[in-house]
Structures are given as C-alpha cells and as structure tokens.
T-cell receptor, first 113, second 111 residues
Framework: GAGVSQTPSNKVTEKGKYVELRCDPI?????LYWYRQSLGQGPEFLIY????????DSGLPNDRFFAVRPEGSVSTLKIQRTERGDSAVYLC???????????FGSGTRLTVV | GQQLNQSPQSMFIQEGEDVSMNCTSSSIFNTWLWYKQEPGEGPVLLIA?????ELTSNGRLTAQFGITRKDSFLNISASIPSDVGIYFC???????????FGQGTTLQVKP
C-alpha cells in the first residue's frame, strides 16, 4: 500500500484479556518496527524485524508481549493478560533498510479498562 | 526506557518568529532524525542527519548533527500556523535499526 496501515485504530479491552494489533507495512519494505507511545512521551522501542526474523526484541517489556511477522510482510503484536498500564498508542513503522528514517503508521490506541 | 533530553518541552510563539529546539544524549549516535507528530497521527520524518557536523535544510527547517555526535538542533524559520505540532528528535547507534526518541517539543503558533 501507499503507507503503513495499522488496525484497529482504536481498541478498548478489559483487564486480563488478550489483544492482537496488526500492521501492514509499505510494500517491499524489509524492516518493520513496533513502538509504544504513552501520553506526553516520545515513542519507545519494542521490537524490530528484518524480514521474518526479530532482529532486536530488547524493548518488549515482559513475556506478555510477543510479535510475529511470518511471511516478512504483515506483523502482529500480541499482548496477553492485558493490564491497565499497557494502555498507550502502539505505533508500527517500516523502512527499506535499517539505516535511514522510517515511515510510521497512525497507530492503534489501546485502552485497557 | 532510555530517552534523549529534548528542550524546550513546549514553546508558544508568534507567527513569523524563528524557533530553535535541541536534543542531547549521553551516548554517541551515528544518525540523528527529526520528526513532527500531529494529533492522531504517527510521527512524520522531517530531516535525517548521517554525519557529525552535517547541516541539512528542508524548506524553512534546518537541522545540524553535533560535532560530538551527542547532540542535534532543529531550527524553524518564519513560523506559520501549520507548524503547530510536537517535534521529536531521535538517535540511532550503529548496527541497529532501533531509534531512541526524545520527549518532544510542543510548538504552538499564534497567528
């Protein structure tokens, strides 16, 4: 597609539930990134993929968070047993390589109640 | 998590004024980037800097990569109302795609 697409744009879930957030990168981009942005803060790195493999997952806060990119295109960020502190905007970005600036999607606003 | 120190936190200026904001880090970066974010949207890349001392312009925006590789600044000349938004600096170390972001500078422009 023309840009990075993230779905859903908004998600409200109850504490303890499981959620999946989807990212469709720009076609042909090999690198894909997930960031989390809390209110009034800059984006915080979670994980990045080069192709199908996670090149760096050092930002995932704990084992409730997991991300996959099985065919090297679409990626899904999965959060188990959600907590209220997981509420944030989850941003996805992609790039044609890992050395330049990248293009962000509009994000998924996750609210855990 | 690790973040850059970005200042000022917010600015409220008159249309036509010039604006300057900067970022400092305790770590050396090989790339500095400046992004702008508007409500409900993801950050949009404004300028990318790849070499220490580099000075790059994009229209009314000018950014520099500090010689020490631990700082960068962004200038906006002759501000206009559509410059309103949150500006983020971001730095990248070598051999990684991961960016570290500053806390952002919120810019408001009074017509």
């Amino acid at each position: 597609g023309a840009g990075v697409s993230q779905t859903p744009s908004n998600k409200v879930t109850e504490k303890g539930k499981y959620v999946e957030l989807r990212c469709d990168p720009i076609s042909g981009h090999t690198a894909l990134y997930w960031y989390r942005q809390s209110l009034g803060q800059g984006p915080e790195f979670l994980i990045y993929f080069q192709g199908t493999g996670a090149a760096d997952d050092s930002g995932l806060p704990n084992d409730r968070f997991f991300a996959v990119r099985p065919e090297g295109s679409v990626s899904t960020l999965k959060i188990q047993r959600t907590e209220r502190g997981d509420s944030a905007v989850y941003l996805c970005a992609s790039s044609s390589n890992s050395g330049g600036g990248y293009t962000f999607g509009s994000g998924t606003r996750l609210t855990v109640v | 998590g690790q973040q850059l120190n970005q200042s000022p936190q917010s600015m409220f200026i008159q249309e036509g004024e010039d604006v300057s904001m900067n970022c400092t880090s305790s770590s050396i970066f090989n790339t500095w980037l400046w992004y702008k974010q508007e409500p409900g949207e993801g950050p949009v890349l404004l300028i990318a800097l790849y070499k220490a001392g580099e000075l790059t312009s994009n229209g009314r925006l000018t950014a520099q990569f500090g010689i020490t590789r631990k700082d960068s600044f962004l200038n906006i000349s002759a501000s206009i109302p559509s410059d309103v938004g949150i500006y983020f600096c971001a730095g990248r170390s070598s051999n990684t795609g991961k960016l570290i972001f500053g806390q952002g500078t919120t810019l408001q422009v009074k017509p």
